[in-house]
């Protein structure tokens, strides 16, 4: 990774009021998906979309809901493997619709946007980032068990870019093929998932060996043994061997996933142990999940005075309330209701807010008698605020930029 990354990476620029709104927008999509898991290679050809296509079609046939993201923008391979290459996005409301593969599968890709496979996309790294970032933010992915990316290989802007949109994924499992020229590349790959604090959940060591069908005689074409070695010596777990099999090149260039057929080859056996370990390492990492949830989650209720859908100047002659359910630890909004404010009667609000379930409240200004009855009702008041909507005063307060002035209705 070069310095400059890594100093993006510990002096992020400052955050606008887009960017956190997006932020938010980004936090719900992912929040209904429970298990992500990245896969990169450090370099190409070793067969890191055959392994994502597989993990994925694999979870999808033991009954899980996946979704198969491919950000490999200038070589997408995805609609070639699944068989989907003429498919194409449809449009909802402003959201993107996934190409449903089967019941529990979903794809998306570039490849699902261009013309056609022969067409070249010829973009720098801001371009590509932001179509990364719609990927997540604007495609319709529903409630998922996995998310499986499958990103270009090497350590560019598609990784970093996934890292920092998904900082809290499960983990990258990192492809190599067994001999030293590929393993080189693949110690890149495992330290540019230490230096982001990405979690690795393990190596696989693919194209591992080859069974002769005739004698059965088994002949490590590429070398072999390369991948657990580099694993143990790099510290991280292994995952397993995938052999070289003529039947993936076959599945892959038909578009029908190995994992999805019916066979008890070597190679069927290695992925079906891989798929376990992941499993496995999802029990135990949705056990550990819903301990900080427990332990963590902080649940807050913001008021706010609502005029014409904005901030009222005037909280007690206000039209609207909108209430926000947030949570303060994770900063995900998680629900806006707008109730039509009480008849104005003195000393009414504060209790009519904290019957509401209010914890918050943000206005513009606010005598300070109403500002005791709101302290009474343990209601904290945040007053100065100038102007915006309710999801913008709310991104602004929970990632402490809101800018808070001078206290305009003291009366
Ligand atoms: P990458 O994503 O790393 O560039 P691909 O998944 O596109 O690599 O695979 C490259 C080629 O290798 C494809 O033709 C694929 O079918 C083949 N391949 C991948 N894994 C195996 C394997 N275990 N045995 C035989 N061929 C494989």
Same mark, same amino acid.
């Given at each position: 990774m070069s310095g400059n990354k890594e100093s993006e990476r510990q002096n992020p620029p400052k955050k606008s009021m887009d960017d956190l709104l997006e932020r938010d927008k980004?936090?719900?999509?992912?929040?209904?998906?429970?298990?992500?898991?990245?896969?990169f290679s450090g370099k190409g050809g070793v067969g890191k979309s055959t392994v994502a296509v597989n993990l994925a079609a694999g979870l999808a046939k033991e009954g899980f809901k996946v979704g198969l993201l491919d950000i490999d923008i200038h070589g997408p391979s995805i609609p070639k493997l699944l068989n989907i290459e003429n498919h194409k996005f449809s449009f909802k409301d402003e959201t993107i619709q996934p190409i449903n593969v089967s019941e529990n599968l979903k794809a998306v890709s570039i490849g699902f946007l261009l013309e056609d496979n022969q067409t070249a996309v010829i973009w720098r790294g801001p371009r590509k980032m932001g179509v990364i970032k719609q990927f997540i933010k604007d495609v319709e992915w529903g409630d998922l068990d996995y998310l499986i990316v499958d990103s270009p290989p090497g350590t560019g802007d598609e990784p970093l870019t996934i890292c920092q949109l998904i900082p809290d994924a499960d983990g990258a499992i990192i492809v190599t093929t067994p001999q030293d020229l590929a393993i080189v590349d693949v110690q890149k790959a495992i330290t540019?998932?230490?230096?982001?604090?990405?979690?690795?959940?393990?190596?696989?060591?693919n194209m591992s060996g080859f069974t002769c069908p005739n004698c059965g005689k088994v002949f490590n074409i590429l070398k072999s043994g390369g991948g657990i070695d580099m694993a143990n010596e790099m510290d991280v777990p292994f995952l397993g061997r995938i052999p070289i099999d003529p039947d993936i090149v076959i599945s892959g260039d =038909? %578009?029908? /996933?190995?994992?999805?057929?019916?066979?008890?080859?070597?190679?069927?056996?290695?992925?079906?142990?891989? &798929?376990?370990?992941?499993?496995?390492?999802?029990?135990?990492?949705?056990?550990?999940?819903?301990?900080?949830?427990?332990?963590?989650?902080?649940?807050?209720?913001i008021a706010i005075p609502l005029a014409n859908g904005k901030l009222s100047m005037h909280f007690g002659h206000c039209e609207e309330f909108a209430l926000i359910d947030v949570d303060e630890n994770t900063k995900f909004i998680k629900g806006k209701t707008i109730l039509t404010a009480p008849p104005h009667e003195p000393g009414l609000l504060p209790a009519w807010l904290a019957d509401n379930g209010a914890n918050v409240i943000v206005a513009g200004g606010m005598g300070s008698r109403a500002q005791g009855l709101f302290?009474?009702?343990?209601?904290?008041?945040?007053?100065?605020?100038? =102007? %915006?909507? /309710?999801?913008?005063?709310?991104?602004?307060?929970?990632?402490?930029?809101?800018?808070?002035?001078?206290? &305009?209705?003291?009366h």
């Open positions: 980004l936090n719900i999509r992912l929040n209904r998906i429970n298990h992500k898991i990245l896969v540019f998932c230490k230096q982001l604090n990405m979690k690795i959940l393990g190596v696989i060591e =038909e %578009g029908k /996933p190995f994992t999805g057929l019916e066979t008890t080859t070597p190679s069927a056996q290695a992925f079906k142990t891989i &798929i376990d370990s992941i499993l496995n390492f999802a029990k135990q990492n949705a056990l550990h999940n819903v301990s900080i949830i427990n332990k963590g989650e902080n649940p807050m209720k302290a009474e009702k343990n209601i904290k008041v945040v007053i100065g605020v100038r =102007e %915006g909507t /309710p999801e913008d005063i709310v991104s602004a307060y929970l990632n402490n930029m809101l800018s808070a002035g001078d206290n &305009i209705c003291d």
